[in-house]
């Protein structure tokens, strides 16, 4: 089988990304999902603030108004900051450590289905009797009462989905420790890596604990157990901790991976090696680790007690230090520098600020006492907002116009990015500084609507203005994105000029094997050693040119992974008097998942070699084919 | 590259080596089942002895780790060289488990 063929057409590049296995492609595939869940999620925003536009509005029902408050919470964490995340991180990492690929592609290929399958059968619920509507906590006692099918949606959709998110999660860590250049030792690691290793580890850890709270709300909802029923003997607060037991670790995974793409994008933008590395690394292991130690922080009005919220409230306290010690950092990176300010920084520097604001309500939070007044208020609101939309989606649309050409090989505008920068940043202060008052005054969250003699209507209605800010920031984005690929304008390896690790040492984007020849890595920012060096090539080489063995393209993943979504309607109308059918739905699409995995194992697919001469021969037509079959 | 096979010719000291090595481990496996016979033992002893269950649960709890560890770094090669991430990441999410679980316990049944 030749591996470097040529152009092809429409069928076959579709055909391409539905088998492919090459991490390049699949965060493509995560970059595209996840951006249109996160249009949902901003289309459901827009309906939540159209509703609280003015007192007393009826543009929603309050039944309806949960569930899109319910759908754009889940939607947006779960479907589009955390895939996104994972797009950079399939995008990049493998080529910071000087690897050809992920650990296990065929998991990657499947990790990526399993989460899109888990995403549309989520958002199904809208066409199929209703979406879930007891928040994104999906707190037990709420959500056991819940009629029709919306909480099973959301459990079996989240089930599935997690899947997908755990298995990205252990094969980045797997191919962060074994599939390292040489030289690359864990200090010479870029911040990015370390942060995706860092989250991935908490994914391994954190996401079980979900996974069985969600078992037992499936169990308890389709099967007849009774877990969280108080009159059965169960014990509702058991669904709150295991939810928080997971739910604050995953607020760091999806943090993490933004610290890093921040801490890369200061380090090429200021020209300077990362002020304190070796802080900056250590600060986020801790961080890694006080996340597990704080969950009870969500649970202070539950009634756990004196000793226990006093020792939560110390702990989450704690987090401050190292997120602290990032910031400076940071700041020190940029002191003295010689700075640019291109789109990517410029989102950077509004960064600081913004999530310095969420960790500062942060810490009030944690103060007990305190959050018996702020709990459930609408400053809840404007915190995590701070944090999630002030610290992870800056990163994100940072990122995105950072990695964007090492994805695509064009560069976005950078007018239209200013353009989408000043939308976006004074519509999101618009929209959430406010909110901190509107708590204070004592507006309660997930409220469907609220008097005019509140004395709210003011500050609501700036709320207001300010989500129409953002949503014109990314419409021109969008618009952005569009003009550039028709412009379609290539660039070379380093289109940023100064970029300091292995990514941008090979072409942009990258040949389907990445690196003809392993490089060598000789110290921290391996690629800018060698530039300042003078070595032309931009890097040394580990090994001679030879064959280079590839993994073969795979459907199974997809096919595997559409039988869960299967078997998801099956469980979903396990109960339902109704469908007789329900039993056979579940049984067939099980069948569908582990008839593939039967497959996969009896069938041995070596993968195939490209050769050297094959590799040459790449080079001179500029060492960027995508190995389209 | 992760699935690259490369063949190599042992000299006769290095198969030498090798065969020793095996036969010591040979030993430590026998020794450590041996033990563990002899732990699971105690267990029912002492339950048939008919001691305070107060006594008997932690008792047996400790054992059961004793066992757990002997397993892990004997029959499965915990202790051989190139595992040290594996036992990190084993012993750290143990630790992150085992708080967890714990600080759980105590404020939901306490
Ligand atoms: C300095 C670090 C931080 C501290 C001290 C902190 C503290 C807290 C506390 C105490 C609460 C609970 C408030 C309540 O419900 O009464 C909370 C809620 C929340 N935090 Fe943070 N936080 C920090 C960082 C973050 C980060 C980095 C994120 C996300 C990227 C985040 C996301 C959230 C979310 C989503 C909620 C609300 C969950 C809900 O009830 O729906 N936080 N935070
Ligand atoms: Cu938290």
Redesign the pocket.
């Known amino acids: 089988m030749s591996s470097l063929a040529q152009k092809k057409g429409f069928g076959a590049v579709i055909w391409d990304y539905l088998t492919t296995v090459d991490h390049k492609k699949i965060a493509i595939l995560y970059l595209i999902s996840g951006g249109f869940f996160f249009l949902v999620g901003g289309l459901e925003a827009m309906m939540i603030r159209i509703q609280l536009m003015k007192a007393g509005n009826d543009f929603l029902s309050a039944g309806l108004y949960n569930e899109i408050i319910t759908m754009h ?1 889940t939607t947006m ?1 779960f479907l589009a900051a955390m895939p996104l995340l994972l797009a950079f991180m399939n995008a990049v990492m493998p080529l910071q450590i000087g690897a050809r690929d992920v650990a296990f592609p065929f998991l990657n290929s499947l990790g990526f289905w399993l989460f899109f399958f888990g995403g549309i059968f989520l958002n199904l619920s809208w066409f199929m009797g209703g979406a879930p509507d007891a ?3 999906n707190y037990a006692s709420l959500a056991l009462a819940s009629e029709g099918h919306g909480i099973d949606f959301y459990s079996l959709g989240l089930t599935i989905s997690g899947f997908g998110t755990l298995i990205a999660g252990i094969n980045f860590l797997v191919t962060i420790i074994n599939m390292r250049a040489p030289g690359m030792t864990y200090m010479r690691m870029p911040l990015f890596t370390w942060t995706t290793f860092v989250a991935s580890a908490l994914i391994l850890l954190a996401f079980p604990p979900l996974t069985i709270g969600l078992f037992f709300m499936v169990f308890d909802r389709l099967f007849g157990a009774n877990f969280f029923v108080v009159e059965m003997g169960g014990n509702t607060i058991i669904w709150e901790h295991l939810f928080w037991i997971f ?2 670790p995953e ?2 995974i ?2 993490l991976p ?1 610290f890093g793409i921040f801490s890369e994008i200061f380090a090429i933008f200021s020209r300077k090696r990362l002020f304190g590395y070796t802080a900056l690394v250590f600060a986020t292991i801790l961080i890694g680790f006080y996340g597990f130690m ?1 969950w009870a ?2 649970m ?2 539950v009634g756990l007690g004196p000793t226990a919220n006093a020792v939560f409230a110390l702990a ?2 704690i ?2 230090v190292p ?1 602290g010690i990032k910031i400076f950092s940071w700041l020190l990176t940029i002191w003295g520098g010689s700075i640019s300010f291109t789109v990517p920084m410029v989102y950077a520097v509004a960064f600081i600020p913004s999530f310095v604001a ?2 500062v309500t ?2 009030m ?2 103060m007990a006492p305190l ?1 018996y007044q ?3 208020s609408y400053f ?1 609101v404007a ?2 907002h701070y ?2 939309v002030g ?2 989606v800056l990163a994100i649309l940072a990122g995105t116009h950072l990695y964007w050409p090492k994805m695509f090989g064009t560069m976005l505008s950078e007018k239209l990015g200013m353009i989408t920068f000043w939308f976006f940043f004074i519509g999101f202060h618009l929209t959430f500084f406010i909110q901190h008052f509107l708590g204070l005054l004592g507006m309660p969250r997930r409220v469907y609507t609220f008097g005019a003699d509140q004395g709210w209507d003011l500050f609501n209605m700036i709320s207001s203005v300010g989500a129409l800010f953002m949503a014109i920031g990314v419409l021109v984005m969008l618009v952005n994105v569009v003009l550039t690929t028709v412009k379609n304008v290539r660039v070379g390896n380093d289109p940023w000029g100064d970029g300091r690790t292995l990514e941008w040492a090979i072409p942009s984007p990258p040949p389907f094997y990445n690196f003809a020849q392993t490089p060598l890595v000789r110290g921290l920012d391996t690629y800018w050693i060698e530039k300042m060096e003078g070595n032309k090539e931009g890097m040394v080489y580990a090994e001679p040119l030879g064959d280079v063995h590839m993994p073969n393209g795979s459907i199974i993943p997809l096919i595997m992974s559409f039988g869960m979504f299967v078997a998801a309607f099956g469980a979903l109308y396990f109960l339902d008097d109704s469908k007789p059918w329900a039993l056979a739905v579940l049984i067939i699409g099980l069948g569908i998942t582990f008839g593939s995995m039967l497959v996969r194992s009896l069938k041995d697919d070596l993968g195939f070699h490209i050769t050297k001469e094959e590799l040459i021969e790449d080079a001179k037509r500029g060492g960027n084919t995508d190995g389209l079959k | 590259m992760a699935h690259d096979t490369t063949e190599k010719i042992r000299s006769h000291a290095e198969h030498e080596f090798l065969k020793k090595k095996r036969s010591a481990e040979m030993r430590h496996q026998l020794t450590s089942f041996a033990i563990m016979i002899f732990l699971t033992l105690i267990a029912f002893t002492m339950v048939a002895a008919g001691f305070s269950t107060y006594l008997i649960v932690p008792i047996i709890l400790l054992l059961a780790a004793v066992q757990v560890v002997l397993q892990l770094y004997h029959f499965m090669h915990l202790s051989n060289k190139g595992h040290g991430t594996v036992a990190f990441f084993m012993f750290s999410g143990m630790f992150v488990a085992f708080i967890t679980i714990l600080a759980l316990v105590t404020i939901v049944w306490w």
């Open positions: 919470g964490i928040g994104w906590t739910g604050h607020v760091y999806l943090v933004a704080v922080h969500h202070f009005t989450t306290m987090i401050a997120t969420g960790g942060g810490v939070q944690a959050d702020l709990h459930d809840i915190h995590f944090v999630i610290g992870v």
